[in-house]
């Protein structure tokens, strides 16, 4: 049985705490700064994209290089990933930055603004590790040699390790500033503004990432952020479907 999980293209977004007894208590470390939707929605989507590179660049490296079903499923799981990731990019760029600098009191513009200049630079830079990465994908599919696998085991681990950079000095500097100045109403309208062209499985895939690593206050609020259709896809078989995409690309089921 399929169902449709509506025309949404949003990848989903944290909300706020649902009320009454449902959530418990949140690890001690594990939600820093969740009571906040953008600064939340920001650390879910820097967990996903940390652990997939690096996972991708570890399962490469031991992929038969010409066996082309497994060169298939990984180079199209970093294609996934990559499309989430420019994603994400373009829409710190084009409006949480933007809203971020209106929001912040004018002594401080200045110290915002450079922040913001030398997340660009590393997040260009990470834009252009990521037109590498499909160069690599595609010379491993085309020839299925064991240079060109290495070749993309290689440039998903530097990809892995240019993102941690990245989004740790993103944490430290600007997420503290997300979290102090920008409106709820602000991100509520770039959390509607925020359309990613995913197809439904895809949609569903990207919300079992999300939700694998995250504790259990960000798990409320991302399936509370769902259309009712999307919530009902996911218990009907987005769930399952998940768990046997995770199986054929790790070789082991997702860790929760």
């Known amino acids: 049985m399929t169902v449709a999980v509506g025309t949404t293209r949003t990848i989903p977004v944290p909300r706020s705490p649902l009320p009454g007894p449902a959530l418990?208590?949140?690890?001690?470390?594990?939600?820093?700064?969740?009571t906040c939707r953008a600064v939340a929605y920001q650390r879910v989507l820097h967990q996903l994209v940390r652990r997939e590179w690096r996972l991708l660049g570890e399962l490469a490296g031991w992929a038969p290089p010409g066996e082309a079903e497994r060169t298939a499923t990984l180079t199209r799981h970093a294609e996934l990933i990559?499309?989430?990731?420019?994603?994400?990019?373009?829409?710190?760029?084009?409006?949480?930055w933007p809203a971020l600098l209106?929001?912040?009191?004018?002594d401080r513009t200045a110290g915002v603004r450079a922040l913001v200049t030398d997340w660009t630079a590393r997040c260009a830079r990470i834009d252009h590790m990521l037109?590498?990465?499909?160069?690599?994908a595609r010379q491993w599919q085309v020839t299925g040699t064991a240079a060109a696998r290495?070749?993309?085991?290689?440039?998903?681990?530097?990809?892995?390790?240019?993102?941690?950079?990245?989004?740790?000095?993103?944490?430290?500097?600007?997420?503290?500033?997300?979290?102090?100045?920008?409106?709820?109403?602000?991100?509520?309208?770039?959390?509607?503004s925020s359309h990613c062209r995913l197809s439904a499985r895809e949609q569903l895939l990207v919300l079992g990432l999300a939700l694998e690593d995250s504790c259990a206050?960000?798990?409320?609020?991302?399936?509370?952020?769902?259309?009712?259709?999307?919530?009902?896809?996911?218990?009907?078989?987005g769930r399952q479907d998940y768990r046997a995409s995770v199986v054929r690309l790790r070789g082991a089921p997702p860790a929760v």
Do not use: K, M, N, Y
């Not at 990559?82 to 949480?96: F, T």
């Open 150 to 192: 290495d070749a993309f085991a290689l440039a998903c681990l530097d990809l892995a390790d240019a993102v941690d950079a990245q989004t740790a000095a993103e944490e430290t500097d600007l997420l503290p500033l997300l979290g102090e100045h920008l409106s709820a109403g602000d991100w509520a309208v770039i959390a509607r």
């Open 217 to 237: 206050t960000d798990r409320a609020r991302l399936l509370h952020g769902l259309s009712p259709a999307a919530r009902l896809a996911w218990r009907l078989h």
């Open 131 to 136: 037109r590498d990465v499909s160069t690599a």
């Open 82 to 96: 990559g499309r989430v990731l420019l994603h994400h990019h373009a829409i710190e760029r084009d409006a949480v």
């Open 24 to 34: 418990a208590a949140p690890p001690a470390a594990a939600c820093i700064a969740s």
């Open 102 to 106: 209106r929001a912040v009191p004018a």
